[in-house]
């Protein structure tokens, strides 16, 4: 079974950075997309980032500029670097990968999404 762990998260002053981090981990045939989705109190979980296999990127227009996706094809981990953060970056982020998976009875079809991790912007 695909898990994510996703790590990184923390208690940082408005104008700070924090990089996150998510491993994948089980049996992956292929990765077809990886995601940052966050989650603020008494909000809807929203879309922050996403990175196709192939590389292209799409951006929430509140993170654009000050955020950036990235991924490791080799290990199918995936990394949000957040500079310049706002106390409305506030939120817990979570993982989410799709894509194939590998089971005695062939490959099948995986969405998966992590647990979570807290950021904290605040002074």
């Known amino acids: 079974q695909v898990q994510l762990v996703e790590s990184g998260g923390g208690l940082v002053q408005p104008g700070g950075h924090l990089r996150l981090s998510c491993v994948a981990s089980?049996?992956?045939?292929?990765?077809?997309?990886m995601g940052w989705h966050r989650q603020a109190p008494g909000q809807q979980r929203e879309l922050v980032a996403i990175?196709?296999?192939?590389?292209?990127?799409k951006y929430a227009e509140s993170v654009k500029g000050r955020f950036t996706i990235s991924r490791d094809k080799a290990s199918n981990d995936v990394y949000l670097q957040m500079n310049n953060l706002k106390p409305e970056d506030t939120a817990v982020y979570y993982c989410n990968a799709t894509g194939a998976e590998v089971t005695d009875q062939g490959n099948r079809y995986f969405e998966v999404w992590g647990k979570g991790t807290l950021v904290t912007v605040a002074s």
């Open positions: 089980g049996r992956i045939f292929s990765i077809d997309g």
């Open positions: 990175i196709t296999y192939s590389g292209s990127t």
